[in-house]
Protein backbone atom coordinates (compact mmCIF):
# COMPACT_ATOMS: atom_id res chain seq x y z
CA UNK A 1 0.00 0.00 0.00
CA UNK A 2 1.39 3.32 -0.91
CA UNK A 3 1.33 6.11 1.34
CA UNK A 4 -0.70 9.15 0.23
CA UNK A 5 0.99 12.30 0.83
CA UNK A 6 -0.69 15.78 1.17
CA UNK A 7 0.26 18.69 -0.60
CA UNK A 8 -1.67 22.12 1.57
CA UNK A 9 -1.80 24.71 -1.73
CA UNK A 10 -1.04 27.87 -0.30
CA UNK A 11 -2.99 30.17 -2.87
CA UNK A 12 -5.58 29.51 -0.52
CA UNK A 13 -3.46 30.79 2.61
CA UNK A 14 -3.44 34.35 3.80
CA UNK A 15 -1.04 35.83 1.42
CA UNK A 16 -0.16 38.37 4.15
CA UNK A 17 0.95 35.60 6.22
CA UNK A 18 2.84 32.65 3.58
CA UNK A 19 5.71 31.86 6.48
CA UNK A 20 3.41 31.43 9.21
CA UNK A 21 1.16 29.51 7.01
CA UNK A 22 3.27 27.33 5.88
CA UNK A 23 4.77 26.24 8.94
CA UNK A 24 0.96 26.24 10.37
CA UNK A 25 0.29 23.48 8.00
CA UNK A 26 3.05 21.32 8.45
CA UNK A 27 2.58 21.53 12.33
CA UNK A 28 -0.71 19.88 11.54
CA UNK A 29 0.29 17.60 9.69
CA UNK A 30 1.07 18.42 5.76
CA UNK A 31 3.75 16.32 3.78
CA UNK A 32 4.82 19.02 1.29
CA UNK A 33 3.58 21.97 0.74
CA UNK A 34 2.58 23.44 -2.82
CA UNK A 35 3.28 26.35 -4.26
CA UNK A 36 1.31 27.62 -7.28
CA UNK A 37 2.84 30.27 -9.59
CA UNK A 38 0.63 31.99 -12.17
CA UNK A 39 2.01 34.30 -14.93
CA UNK A 40 -1.63 35.89 -15.89
CA UNK A 41 -0.81 34.52 -19.82
CA UNK A 42 -0.54 30.32 -19.56
CA UNK A 43 -3.65 31.28 -16.95
CA UNK A 44 -5.79 33.78 -16.00
CA UNK A 45 -4.98 34.38 -13.09
CA UNK A 46 -1.83 35.81 -11.14
CA UNK A 47 -0.28 34.69 -7.94
CA UNK A 48 3.69 35.66 -7.29
CA UNK A 49 7.28 34.59 -8.18
CA UNK A 50 10.36 33.59 -7.75
CA UNK A 51 10.98 36.03 -4.42
CA UNK A 52 8.20 34.84 -2.77
CA UNK A 53 9.21 31.49 -3.57
CA UNK A 54 12.71 31.92 -1.87
CA UNK A 55 11.00 34.11 0.93
CA UNK A 56 8.74 31.20 2.03
CA UNK A 57 11.59 28.73 1.73
CA UNK A 58 13.16 29.22 5.38
CA UNK A 59 9.61 28.65 6.82
CA UNK A 60 9.01 25.03 5.28
CA UNK A 61 10.77 22.00 6.84
CA UNK A 62 10.04 19.35 3.73
CA UNK A 63 9.04 19.53 0.75
CA UNK A 64 8.62 22.70 -1.06
CA UNK A 65 6.77 21.93 -4.41
CA UNK A 66 6.30 24.41 -7.02
CA UNK A 67 4.13 24.37 -9.74
CA UNK A 68 4.42 26.64 -12.56
CA UNK A 69 1.57 27.95 -14.62
CA UNK A 70 3.41 30.43 -16.71
CA UNK A 71 4.96 30.53 -20.45
CA UNK A 72 7.90 30.21 -21.27
CA UNK A 73 9.27 28.10 -18.29
CA UNK A 74 12.81 27.50 -19.46
CA UNK A 75 14.21 31.33 -18.75
CA UNK A 76 13.08 30.98 -15.03
CA UNK A 77 14.22 27.43 -14.27
CA UNK A 78 17.37 28.67 -12.46
CA UNK A 79 15.67 31.15 -10.33
CA UNK A 80 12.67 28.59 -8.89
CA UNK A 81 15.87 26.04 -8.20
CA UNK A 82 17.85 29.35 -6.46
CA UNK A 83 14.81 29.84 -4.35
CA UNK A 84 14.82 26.13 -2.74
CA UNK A 85 12.07 24.69 -4.81
CA UNK A 86 12.34 20.59 -4.19
CA UNK A 87 10.00 19.72 -6.68
CA UNK A 88 8.82 21.94 -10.23
CA UNK A 89 6.60 20.74 -11.87
CA UNK A 90 6.13 22.85 -16.16
CA UNK A 91 2.87 22.06 -18.43
CA UNK A 92 2.93 19.93 -21.12
CA UNK A 93 0.85 22.83 -22.76
CA UNK A 94 3.03 25.31 -22.03
CA UNK A 95 5.45 25.29 -24.90
CA UNK A 96 7.00 23.10 -27.75
CA UNK A 97 9.94 21.60 -26.01
CA UNK A 98 8.73 19.84 -23.10
CA UNK A 99 11.74 17.55 -22.68
CA UNK A 100 13.99 19.71 -22.52
CA UNK A 101 12.55 21.56 -19.98
CA UNK A 102 12.36 18.61 -18.02
CA UNK A 103 15.83 17.65 -18.76
CA UNK A 104 16.79 21.55 -17.82
CA UNK A 105 14.33 21.30 -14.08
CA UNK A 106 16.71 18.50 -13.29
CA UNK A 107 19.92 19.75 -14.11
CA UNK A 108 19.22 23.01 -11.99
CA UNK A 109 18.82 20.15 -9.24
CA UNK A 110 15.29 19.90 -8.53
CA UNK A 111 12.94 16.96 -9.02
CA UNK A 112 10.83 17.38 -12.58
CA UNK A 113 7.23 17.22 -12.83
CA UNK A 114 5.20 17.32 -15.98
CA UNK A 115 1.91 18.77 -15.37
CA UNK A 116 -1.29 18.19 -17.90
CA UNK A 117 -4.63 20.02 -18.35
CA UNK A 118 -7.68 17.96 -18.11
CA UNK A 119 -7.66 18.26 -21.81
CA UNK A 120 -4.79 16.55 -22.55
CA UNK A 121 -4.25 12.75 -22.72
CA UNK A 122 -2.26 10.51 -20.28
CA UNK A 123 -0.55 9.20 -23.53
CA UNK A 124 1.38 12.62 -24.49
CA UNK A 125 3.93 11.58 -21.25
CA UNK A 126 4.62 8.03 -23.12
CA UNK A 127 8.13 9.26 -23.83
CA UNK A 128 8.86 11.53 -21.35
CA UNK A 129 8.88 9.15 -18.47
CA UNK A 130 12.86 9.23 -18.29
CA UNK A 131 12.80 12.28 -17.84
CA UNK A 132 10.34 13.15 -14.98
CA UNK A 133 9.68 12.22 -11.43
CA UNK A 134 6.23 13.72 -10.80
CA UNK A 135 3.10 13.57 -13.60
CA UNK A 136 0.76 16.29 -11.83
CA UNK A 137 -2.75 15.61 -12.96
CA UNK A 138 -4.88 18.14 -13.49
CA UNK A 139 -8.58 17.92 -12.10
CA UNK A 140 -9.72 21.73 -12.46
CA UNK A 141 -8.68 23.72 -15.09
CA UNK A 142 -6.16 25.43 -13.87
CA UNK A 143 -5.96 29.20 -12.44
CA UNK A 144 -8.18 29.79 -9.69
CA UNK A 145 -8.44 27.66 -6.11
CA UNK A 146 -11.79 26.35 -5.47
CA UNK A 147 -13.00 24.96 -8.14
CA UNK A 148 -15.26 21.87 -8.94
CA UNK A 149 -13.25 18.11 -9.74
CA UNK A 150 -13.27 16.87 -13.06
CA UNK A 151 -13.27 13.31 -12.80
CA UNK A 152 -10.40 12.11 -14.34
CA UNK A 153 -9.76 8.49 -12.78
CA UNK A 154 -9.37 6.94 -16.44
CA UNK A 155 -6.50 8.64 -16.92
CA UNK A 156 -4.87 8.03 -13.63
CA UNK A 157 -5.08 4.58 -13.96
CA UNK A 158 -3.95 4.63 -17.70
CA UNK A 159 -1.18 6.83 -16.03
CA UNK A 160 -0.05 4.38 -13.16
CA UNK A 161 -0.16 1.22 -15.59
CA UNK A 162 2.24 3.07 -18.15
CA UNK A 163 5.09 3.87 -15.71
CA UNK A 164 4.80 0.33 -13.85
CA UNK A 165 7.93 0.06 -11.51
CA UNK A 166 9.23 3.39 -12.04
CA UNK A 167 9.68 6.13 -9.32
CA UNK A 168 7.59 8.32 -10.17
CA UNK A 169 4.96 10.09 -8.54
CA UNK A 170 1.27 10.80 -9.45
CA UNK A 171 -0.14 13.95 -8.24
CA UNK A 172 -3.61 15.25 -8.12
CA UNK A 173 -4.15 18.83 -8.14
CA UNK A 174 -7.81 20.68 -8.10
CA UNK A 175 -11.48 19.99 -6.17
CA UNK A 176 -9.58 17.34 -3.90
CA UNK A 177 -11.24 16.99 -0.96
CA UNK A 178 -12.45 14.30 1.97
CA UNK A 179 -15.20 13.27 -1.16
CA UNK A 180 -12.76 13.18 -4.02
CA UNK A 181 -9.42 12.05 -2.34
CA UNK A 182 -10.19 8.45 -2.04
CA UNK A 183 -11.49 8.35 -5.48
CA UNK A 184 -8.45 9.63 -6.69
CA UNK A 185 -6.13 7.39 -4.34
CA UNK A 186 -7.96 3.90 -5.52
CA UNK A 187 -7.03 5.14 -9.33
CA UNK A 188 -3.25 5.40 -8.60
CA UNK A 189 -2.10 8.60 -7.07
CA UNK A 190 -0.09 9.12 -3.78
CA UNK A 191 0.40 13.08 -3.87
CA UNK A 192 -2.94 14.87 -3.57
CA UNK A 193 -2.97 18.83 -3.58
CA UNK A 194 -5.54 20.08 -1.77
CA UNK A 195 -6.14 23.98 -1.22
CA UNK A 196 -9.78 25.28 -0.10
CA UNK A 197 -10.10 21.83 1.26
CA UNK A 198 -7.22 22.26 3.67
CA UNK A 199 -7.59 26.02 4.79
CA UNK A 200 -11.13 26.42 5.27
CA UNK A 201 -11.67 27.24 8.86
CA UNK A 202 -8.69 27.74 10.21
CA UNK A 203 -6.23 30.30 10.18
CA UNK A 204 -2.50 31.03 11.70
CA UNK A 205 -3.84 31.81 15.28
CA UNK A 206 -6.20 28.69 14.95
CA UNK A 207 -4.23 26.38 12.90
CA UNK A 208 -6.36 23.11 14.61
CA UNK A 209 -8.75 22.67 11.44
CA UNK A 210 -5.92 22.44 9.25
CA UNK A 211 -5.22 19.27 10.90
CA UNK A 212 -8.64 17.84 10.88
CA UNK A 213 -9.04 18.86 7.61
CA UNK A 214 -5.68 17.04 6.22
CA UNK A 215 -6.93 13.86 8.47
CA UNK A 216 -10.18 13.89 7.12
CA UNK A 217 -8.74 13.77 3.06
C1 LIG B 1 -5.18 25.50 -9.63
C2 LIG B 1 -3.99 25.25 -8.72
C3 LIG B 1 -4.34 24.38 -7.58
C4 LIG B 1 -5.34 25.00 -6.64
C5 LIG B 1 -6.07 23.92 -5.91
O1 LIG B 1 -4.78 26.23 -10.72
O2 LIG B 1 -2.94 24.63 -9.44
O3 LIG B 1 -3.17 23.96 -6.88
O4 LIG B 1 -4.76 25.87 -5.70
O5 LIG B 1 -7.08 24.50 -5.16
P1 LIG B 1 -8.34 23.65 -4.68
O6 LIG B 1 -7.81 22.51 -3.84
O7 LIG B 1 -9.14 24.64 -3.90
O8 LIG B 1 -9.04 23.14 -5.92
ZN1 LIG C 1 -1.23 23.64 -8.31
Not at 4 to 27: H, Q, R, W, Y
Not at 105 to 133: F, H, M, Q, Y
Request: net charge negative; hydrophobic share 45%.
Amino acid sequence: DRKIKIAPSILAADFANFGAECAAVEAQGADWVHVDVMDGHFVPNISFGPATCAAIRPHIKGVMDVHLMIAPVDPYIDAFAQAGADVITAHLEAGPHIHRTLQAIRASGAKAGVALNPGTPAESVADLLEVTDLICVMTVNPGFGGQKFIDLRTKIETLRRMIGDRPIHIEIDGGVDAKTAPLVAAAGADVLVAGSAVFKGGSVSDPAPYGENIRAI
